[in-house]
């Protein structure tokens, strides 16, 4: 069955250091999200990807982040200058038309020290 | 605006034994309903789904949920539990139209199957 993926697992990063987290979604899907978990707190949205542009952010997504279609296959999101409170686990995911079920993939547990 | 409300943080349950969790919904808007299961150390993967037609929805591994309008609830239920049942559950909402809305979560209910 086709799967969401995540690269890395997990990436430990010093604060103000730039992190890139990569996604690859299942292959025939449009639409592409990212969310992230705080320890021990719910999964928040953070932005919404279609047709190479950006449909919806969330007030987290600020301008810190960043989120790119590379290619056909990977969709990353980008930290700029990480904070402590960027700590957390990111989770992207995946929808076909008519985008009705997001797959999510395993996340990438992010470690700001 | 919508929300998702999961009342329980943790519900033990012995082995065999049924379970419901608990989750309300409000919106003001269409919405479709899921659940997410979050085993340890691992992602979140989609339990089961209410899009539209039967209000009565089933997993392959024996959960099943009941969409009620009436009451705003998405419940979720199984009549006997395994071991391998214990992880964190999350019911979820998202607008029904519109194909990029995001999901909206809830706080997450722990199910711990007790041997």
């Known amino acids: 069955e086709p799967e969401v993926t995540q690269t890395p697992s997990h990436q430990v990063t010093q604060m103000g250091q730039e992190v890139i987290l990569r996604c690859v979604p299942i292959?025939?899907?449009?639409?592409f999200y990212w969310y992230r978990q705080i320890l021990g707190q719910k999964v928040e949205f953070l932005v919404s990807f279609y047709n190479n542009e950006i449909s919806e952010k969330s007030e987290i997504f600020d301008d810190q982040f960043s989120v790119e279609r590379p290619d056909g296959s990977n969709f990353t999101l980008k930290i700029r200058s990480t904070k402590l409170e960027d700590s957390a686990m990111y989770f992207c995911a995946s929808s076909d038309p008519p985008a009705d079920t997001q797959y999510f993939g395993p996340g990438t547990r992010l470690t700001v020290l | 605006a919508q929300s998702v409300t999961q009342l329980d943080s943790q519900v033990p349950v012995f082995e065999e034994a049924p379970v419901e969790l608990r989750c309300n919904y409000s919106?003001?808007?269409?919405?479709?309903l899921f659940w997410y299961v979050q085993y340890p150390n691992q992602g979140l993967q989609l339990l089961l789904k209410y899009l539209s037609g039967s209000t009565l929805v089933e997993s392959i591994n024996g959960f099943e949920a009941e969409f009620n309008k009436s009451q705003t609830s998405f419940h979720l239920r199984k009549p006997s539990v395994h071991i391998s049942d214990t992880a964190e559950y999350f019911c979820a909402l998202k607008r029904s139209s519109g194909g990029y809305q995001k999901v909206t979560f809830g706080t997450g209910t722990k199910l711990q199957v007790i041997p």
């Open positions: 292959s025939n899907h449009l639409y």
């Open positions: 919106s003001s808007v269409s919405v479709y």
